[in-house]
């Protein structure tokens, strides 16, 4: 064979192999990615189901927001962050509301994983600006996510930490290495990734609350704030991504803007009196007789339920498990026996909730019945670790008749804070060096009052001694950061889709890291590990059954006094406000509602 013909052959092979493994490189392009499954749309949709492409672009949203805020930074430990900052940014992807959990380009035009997913490339959108038309790279993606690593909140350190290392390959793809295989999920988190601009942030400290507005490439700018009362944001007329299948119908009202009240019934009158255009309410009482009078019959404000798939999540009294008080789970388990809920839901919420009985209420994920199967498996290497009943008993909360009276729940109570070492003397109860058992709930809504104060009635029934500390949200926030507090109250919110965050909420490694979202300082080891099965689930029925098992153990350590959760939500709006026909599954989806105007119609 001469030399001519063998760098010739050469030469074919090289150029056919190269051309085989930039086509396997195209095939592996996507413009949408489902953590299971195939997306919904197909590659060549054009908007989302739950949108209007007729409605007016026009007009004003008045929102309320509650307390104050000091920065525009919602993703650092320090301060409060205002409202509606998420308007500034645009994601890598962007996930649908009516999926479990699929995402479609934005600024990353195409996604690029392998099968098992232990890389994932992103090819950015060429014609992709942050708002001053400066043009969005590479490099602001990897800048972001390091900043985000290095002084972002804890649960995104929690999230991002099976990634090895990043490369900016050219100035449109960058590529995420990942630890392993089996964090399935990893790519989606990383797919919302939002996009800061590096330019932007030069000379200034990222981890410091202050009122810098930073460059986006989101579909509003923001005009005008008001420090700690008010946040305008302008729709971005030149926005780039406006035109795009996920934005179409989306982003209608040109101005939006965010008031902010000390007291949630000043708002309500503020709602009322026409300064607030929509209203999600979370009052039962103020929902059954609130809503009344002339502009609620006249038809001028809107008032309705709208029924949702969404998990409810927790909504719960939660411990600090730091604190040796709370660390006995008979203690805690004394505690929520104090808590009628069959009373509170009759007598001041009109019979409006059910209880919450699981972390992840209202979906498939929630732990039922005894375990069996694939999660009895995954439990039983964990028996010995374990109460002996979480395998023979369905996990269940105990009722009262709703009547007020709690003498048998007051005695079993009695019997366990005994076995706990405390001790009823003199109509306290006390320790062994004769301290009372003392509780301080720490809430930023007066209106929690009067659900706290049967329960202190009901508490004081059994020596226990509490008190009631109302702060507003900033210090709210400031205190739960920092672990100042024996028990406050709020929602854990779940997705339908959990993974990654699951680590930063129970994960032993971040208990004690200021701003975590495991705010009651969980640390077990059996939690770690079923939070890892979680993550790591390769597909969907693993999912469902390693997030029922982790279920069912928080569940029987009895870490919060669970409250109640409603399947639906409950809005009002005026008139002028209108909204799609067809809502996503998983969400009100407010971007895609619109002002009407005297040449607007109702519908898609």
């Known amino acids: 064979m001469n030399k001519s013909f063998s760098a010739a052959l050469l030469f074919l092979i090289f150029s056919l192999s190269t051309q085989a493994a930039t086509a396997v490189t195209i095939a592996s392009l996507r413009s949408a990615i489902a953590m299971h499954g195939e997306p919904a749309y197909g590659k060549d949709f054009t908007h989302f189901d739950y949108v209007n492409l007729t409605a007016p672009r026009e007009g004003t949203l008045r929102r309320a927001a509650m307390g104050s805020f000091d920065n525009f930074n919602g993703y650092i430990v320090k301060g409060v962050s205002g409202s509606g900052t998420g308007y500034l940014f645009d994601t890598l992807m962007l996930q649908s509301s009516d999926e479990a959990f699929t995402l479609y380009g934005l600024v990353a035009e195409y ?76 790519a989606l988190i990383l797919a919302k990734l939002p996009v800061f601009s590096e330019k932007d942030w030069q000379g200034k400290d990222f981890a410091k609350a202050t009122f810098n507005v930073p460059l986006g490439s989101g579909p509003y700018t923001m005009k005008a704030f008001d420090a700690g009362r008010s946040i305008e944001y302008l729709r971005n007329d030149n926005y780039w991504a406006k035109d795009l299948p996920v934005n179409r119908g989306r982003y209608n009202f040109k101005h939006i803007i965010f008031d902010y009240y000390k007291d949630g019934s000043i708002a309500f009158e503020a709602f009322k009196a026409g300064d607030v255009d929509f209203r999600a309410e979370n009052i039962s009482k103020q929902w059954a007789t609130g809503y009344q009078g002339k502009q609620f019959t006249s038809g001028n404000i809107i008032k309705e339920e709208i029924k949702h798939h969404n998990p409810q999540g927790m909504q719960a009294f939660w411990f600090n498990l730091r604190k040796d008080k709370f660390k006995d789970p008979n203690v805690r388990k004394a505690l929520g026996l104090m808590f009628d809920f069959e009373w509170t839901n009759r007598t001041l919420f009109y019979g409006a909730y059910k209880r919450s009985d699981s972390f992840f209420s209202n979906s498939e994920l929630a732990a039922r019945g005894i375990p069996e199967g694939d999660e009895l498996a995954l439990l039983t290497p964990f028996k010995a670790q374990l109460p002996t009943e979480l395998f023979t008993q369905m996990y269940t909360l105990d009722k009262t008749k709703g009547d007020g009276r709690v003498r048998r729940q007051q005695r079993q109570a009695i019997r366990l804070l005994k076995q706990a070492g405390w001790t009823l003397k003199s109509g306290k109860m006390v320790d062994a060096s004769g301290k009372q058992l003392s509780l301080e709930f720490l809430v930023y809504s007066p209106s929690f009052e009067r659900i706290i104060q049967p329960f202190r009635k009901n508490l004081q029934r059994i020596g226990v001694a509490s008190e009631i500390r109302i702060v507003d949200v900033s210090q709210y926030v400031n205190r739960l950061n920092n672990f100042d507090f024996d028990i406050y109250t709020l929602i854990q919110a779940q997705s339908l889709s959990p993974g990654n965050e699951q680590l930063s909420m129970w994960g032993s490694e971040f208990a004690n890291v200021p701003g975590t979202l495991n705010r009651i300082g969980l640390q077990d080891p059996v939690v770690d590990a079923l939070v890892a099965k979680v993550i790591n689930a390769a597909d969907r029925d693993s999912l469902i059954t390693a997030t029922k098992a982790l279920d069912r153990v928080l569940l029987w350590k009895n870490l919060v006094i669970p409250q109640w959760h409603i399947s639906s939500y409950r809005v009002a709006y005026w008139q002028q406000i209108q909204r799609p026909t067809q809502l996503p599954k998983y969400g009100l989806a407010i971007d895609s509602w619109w002002q009407k105007d005297s040449a607007s119609s109702k519908g898609n």
């Open 111 to 186: 996604i690029e994983v392998p099968e098992d997913r232990s890389w994932v490339r992103f090819h950015l959108n060429p014609k992709a600006r942050f708002s001053d038309g400066s043009e969005l790279t590479a490099a602001d993606v990897k800048f972001t996510f390091d900043i985000l690593i290095e002084k972002g909140v804890p649960q995104l350190r929690a999230q991002y930490k099976d990634v090895t290392s990043v490369e900016i390959e050219s100035k449109s793809v960058i590529k995420f290495n990942l630890k392993d295989s089996k964090n399935k999920e990893l």
